[in-house]
T-cell receptor
């Protein structure tokens, strides 16, 4: 069964460092998303991406965040200068329009 | 901003008991979804309800969409330890169908 895969599963980084979280969406999907879940809190939308551009972003997705689809298979989330409050689980999701969104297993980001 | 409030926030029950989880909002939705998230995993879609008053069953799970399409409930009959997880109601919004999740109900079923 096709699945969304994310790497790494756990990333520890020092405050101020840049991190790149990677996702491989399901191959025929065209809509891509990043979500964040701070420990003990709800899953929050960060950004949606379609046709090689950001289609919608939340207020959380400020200038320190960026997304890219560098090739035909990967979808990345970059956090330019990490802060302690960026520590969270980050989930990638993909879908075909009007169908179920499939979520990856997440990357746990710990900023120390 | 659509706010989906779930209750209870936490629920710990014995195996075999029944339970109901609620999802409430002041907004009207064209559809509502329920997800389950297990520790260390991403959310997995369980069901989508579309019509006011609709009831859908998935084995021991019964989902109902409120008549006014503002709320929903999830009832689990004879809970099993495998039902343990975080249950999230959610709605799709925007032209690119982002998922807006509820506050979540963390269920623990004790053997």
């Amino acid at each position: 069964e096709p699945e969304v895969t994310q790497t790494p599963s756990h990333q520890v980084t020092q405050m101020g460092q840049e991190v790149i979280l990677r996702c491989v969406p399901i191959s025929n999907h065209l809509y891509f998303y990043w979500y964040r879940q701070i420990l003990g809190q709800k899953v929050e939308f960060l950004v949606s991406f379609y046709n090689n551009e950001i289609s919608e972003k939340s207020e959380i997705f400020d200038d320190q965040f960026s997304v890219e689809r560098p090739d035909g298979s990967n979808f990345t989330l970059k956090i330019r200068s990490t802060k302690l409050e960026d520590s969270a689980m980050y989930f990638c999701a993909s879908r075909v329009f009007d169908h179920e969104a499939f979520f990856g297993q997440g990357t746990r980001l710990t900023v120390v | 901003t659509q706010l989906l409030e779930q209750s209870p926030q936490f629920l710990s029950i014995q195996e075999g008991e029944n339970l109901t989880v609620y999802c409430n909002s002041s907004s009207v939705f064209s559809s509502l979804q329920w997800y389950r998230q297990e520790p260390g995993e991403g959310p997995v879609l369980l069901v989508t309800v579309v019509t006011g008053g609709e009831v859908k069953k998935l084995k021991r799970l019964t989902f109902q969409f409120g008549d006014a399409r503002k709320d929903s409930s999830l009832h689990i009959t004879a809970a099993q330890p495998g039902d343990t997880g975080l249950y999230l109601c959610a709605v799709l919004s925007g032209g690119y169908q982002k998922v807006t999740f509820g506050t979540g109900t963390k269920l623990q079923v004790i053997p």
